[in-house]
Nanobody
């Protein structure tokens, strides 16, 4: 498995920005993803990046506002979040897939971090 540790969450006003970081260690991985889970809701896909080739994939609700990126040398993945809305409030999780699938499906990711809380106030 890959060990993943998220950081960068916090409280921000609507319209503000946050940058989440995910530090990865352990075995190699091919796709990294960000997911989120709001209180009382199911975990949902946010964005993914292919570790080779830097292909990216976003859920519609964050397109144009969020950007996923990676630093291969540092084994880091980032999620830059701009124009934040109260509905973006959730625990954000970093996840790793050993295959280059660039998937939005939770089940294909076999390593998960503990999550970092993002709260957007109105």
């Amino acid at each position: 498995q890959v060990q993943l540790v998220e950081s960068g969450g916090g409280l921000v006003q609507a319209g503000g920005s946050l940058r989440l970081s995910c530090a990865a260690s352990g075995r190699t991985f091919a796709t990294m993803g960000w997911f989120r889970q709001a209180p009382g809701k199911e975990r949902e896909f946010v964005a993914a990046i292919s570790w080779s080739g830097s292909r990216t994939y976003y859920t519609d609700s964050v397109k144009g506002r969020f950007a996923i990126s990676g630093d291969n040398a540092k084994n880091m993945v980032y999620l830059e979040m701009n124009s934040l809305k109260p509905e973006d409030t959730a625990v954000y999780y970093c996840a790793a897939d050993r295959a280059n699938r660039l998937s939005s499906r939770i089940g294909v990711y076999d390593s998960w971090g503990q999550g970092t809380q993002v709260t957007v106030s109105s």
